[in-house]
Structure formats: structure tokens, C-alpha cells
């Protein structure tokens, strides 16, 4: 599946809250897809693997089996550098089937701002 080429509303800085952040470059509206980010779908064998590996900070999950198993996906680009915030300015969805994460301003953005996203509470029910 082709994905359209756009300017990029982001850039990956230093952060206050964790080493490495993603930063609004440029405005961003309440509402505006930031960019939509292609995962890779592990296999519930790599999952399993990946939750004893620093690499687990940085998955998204994408579906659920009958008994309760999760599949991670790895993020490509710079949504894997958004950091955790229970008062987020972002959402973002998990699309399996597409093996896309769509990441959306909560709010609007001035460049400068962090884009941080909550994953606790999503988190929460995947553990």
C-alpha cells in the first residue's frame, strides 16, 4: 500500500521528560493527523521474546487472540519517540489489519511542543 509523501509536521529533539522526544516542527491543528506510521506485526513467538527486551518500550499492540495473547508491532519512524503522558496532546490508533498507527493532535500544537501521547492505560490492558 502506497503512502502519500507529505512535509513533516514533527522532528525528534531532546526531551524534558526522557532523553529523546517527538516536537511539533510546524502548527498542527486539534484534530490533524500527524502522519500515519507503518508497523511491522510480530508473530505471538516474537512478542513473547521482545516483553524480555529493552525493544518492549517501544511497541504498539494490535490485536487480542481468544485466550487473552497479544501480537507487538514495531513502529517505524519517529511515533516510536513519543513519550508518555496521562495528560496527552495526542491519540493514536492501531490499525492491524492496515499494520499502520495513525497518530492525531488531541489539541492544537505550536511548534515547540512535545507530542506526547498516554499508552498506560492501553498498556494496562495488554500485561
Sequence with gaps: ??????????????????????????????GQ???VYPLLVLS??????VRSTLLHHYVFYVDETDDGTMRAAVAFGEISMCNHSPEANA?????GEAHTV???????????????????EFAEEII
Design 44 to 49: 505471538h513467538e516474537d512478542t513473547a521474546t
Design 1 to 30: 500500500m502506497p503512502y502519500p509523501a507529505q512535509a513533516s509536521f514533527v522532528e525528534v529533539k531532546t526531551s524534558p521528560f526522557h532523553g529523546r522526544g517527538l516536537f511539533a516542527a510546524a502548527p498542527i491543528s486539534a
Design 33 to 35: 493527523t500527524i502522519a
Design 91 to 95: 491519540d493514536f490508533v492501531v490499525d
Design 102 to 120: 495513525t497518530l492525531t493532535a488531541r489539541r492544537a500544537l505550536q511548534p515547540g511542543d512535545e507530542i506526547l501521547i498516554d499508552y498506560e
